[in-house]
């Protein structure tokens, strides 16, 4: 492992342990630039900073798992709900993920984000699945080619984001239609499971603003009216 006890950052600073695991203490990166780039990262205490941080696997296939359950030994770049949330509020953006990655990113368990957030795997095989929920209190960004919903995405003054004009959203019955419909480009394909889809007994209301296909899993294939679509 390659450990960094850096605390207070007055430059900008990439570090790169490559395919070991990075090891990373209290980080000040105040105004500046943090780029941090390993195959595995644990974090054991707090990261903070105004400027752009990001995070990265050195491999590209490498797999990223958000809320990973401690002391996983998945072979993956995996932060804990705990890792998650040491990265403090106030960066200008956070980007979790390579720029060339193609591995899966999973969000396993429950977070929060409270800065700006970009989960990029932009090359062709790249997959973002959300399988838990997601508190989204500033901006999300996802960029893959294909974006699996089967947990919602909620917060205050949220927005979301595709960032990948190919993507296509998979939206299960345990995730938002709205969501897939607010991430999906102009011109792209939101793909419906088997409903309902009822948020506190009462049917999704969606609004659609943009050129899409929406298919369902419903009857023949339609989109039953399980699911009211204004």
Known sequence: AFRSSTTDVGVNVTVNAGTATLSSFQLRGNSNNLTLIADDIDFNSTVSGTGNLVV????????????????????????????????????????IGSPTGSGAIT??????????????????????????????????????????????????????????????????????????????????????????YNVFGVPNQVVINKNLTVQGAGTSGGITNSTVID
């Open 107 to 196: 969000v396993a368990n429950t977070v929060t984000f409270n800065s700006p957030v970009t989960l990029r795997s932009p090359n062709a095989s790249g997959s973002i699945t959300i399988s838990a929920p997601i508190t989204n209190n500033s901006t999300l960004s996802l960029d893959a080619p294909t974006l699996a919903l089967n947990a919602p995405i909620t917060g205050n003054g949220s927005q979301l984001r595709s960032l990948n004009a190919l993507s296509v959203i998979n939206v299960a019955n345990s995730g938002s239609i709205q969501n897939g419909v607010d991430l999906a480009p102009d011109g792209g394909t939101v793909n419906i499971a088997v409903g309902p």
């Open 56 to 95: 990265q696997p050195f491999t590209n296939s490498q797999a990223i798992v958000l809320g990973a359950p401690f002391g996983s030994t998945l072979n993956a770049l995996k932060l804990t709900q705990f890792e998650v949330n040491q990265l403090q509020a106030g960066f200008n953006s956070i980007v």
